[in-house]
């Protein structure tokens, strides 16, 4: 079936520096690609999403790149602060359109102080 | 905006009995609704796609007739946990999606522990 795979499965940072965060989707057809971010035992929270007519999208220290070519997108995250510490899902629609998402694994991010 | 609640957010259930958790949409309209089972340290897990007004789309794997879902309004989703075992102790989350968007927000979620 289709998946989405995430790389690292941890991260762990300095504050300050960048972070980045990387998937691959399997689904040609998917076109929405949202990036999550979840604080233990609270709701995953929508922090950024790309569509497949862009190939960058930035909101202050988060942007998104995505590659439809290669069907991969990342997560980059500048001066990174303790704050930011979570689990990041990465995840695509399947079959395009206004869709399920498949999840990636998560990647658990640290920023130690 | 685009606020999900989700009740309970706690309950614990012996062995056999059922219980439900509602999902409910609180400023937007809700065509679709999702619910997933996420277990400590992993993934959120999908197990059924919830159209208002019609039968819910269960994933391979998903015993229907165990977590029954019911889409009765745009505004509101159930999820029945029926004859509850231990192993069903999980983490259950809904989400949710607008008529014509591609965002989903996601419930606050609800833990349930099975003795």
């Known amino acids: 079936g289709e998946n989405v795979e995430q790389h690292p499965s941890t991260l762990s940072v300095q504050e300050g520096d960048s972070a980045v965060i990387k998937c691959t989707y399997s689904?040609?057809?998917?076109?929405?690609f949202p990036w999550y971010k979840q604080e233990l035992g609270k709701r995953p929270q929508l922090i950024i999403d790309?569509?497949?007519?862009?190939g960058e999208k930035k909101d202050q220290r988060i942007a998104v790149t995505l590659n439809k070519t290669a069907k991969h997108f990342s997560l980059h995250i500048t001066e990174t602060q303790p704050e930011d510490s979570a689990v990041y899902f990465c995840?695509?629609?399947?079959?395009?359109?206004?869709?399920?998402?498949?999840f990636g694994a998560g990647t658990r991010l640290a920023v130690h102080p | 905006g685009a606020v999900v609640s989700q009740h309970p957010s706690r309950v614990i259930c012996k062995s056999g009995t059922s219980v439900k958790i509602e999902c409910r949409s609180l400023?937007?309209?809700?065509?679709?609704m999702f619910w997933y089972r996420q277990f400590p340290k992993k993934s959120l897990m999908l197990m059924a796609t919830s159209n208002e007004g019609s039968k819910a789309t269960y994933e391979q794997g998903v015993e229907k007739d165990k977590f029954l879902i019911n889409h009765a309004s745009l505004t509101l989703s159930t999820l029945t946990v029926t004859s509850a075992h231990p192993e069903d102790s999980s983490f259950y989350i809904c989400?949710?999606?607008?008529?014509?968007?591609?965002?989903?927000?996601f419930g606050p979620g609800t833990r349930l522990t099975v003795t």
């Open positions: 995840a695509a629609n399947l079959f395009g359109g206004y869709n399920k998402l498949i």
């Open positions: 989400s949710a999606l607008a008529g014509g968007r591609y965002e989903q927000y």
């Open positions: 400023d937007f309209q809700a065509t679709t």
């Open positions: 689904d040609s057809a998917s076109n929405y």
């Open positions: 790309i569509r497949s007519n862009v």
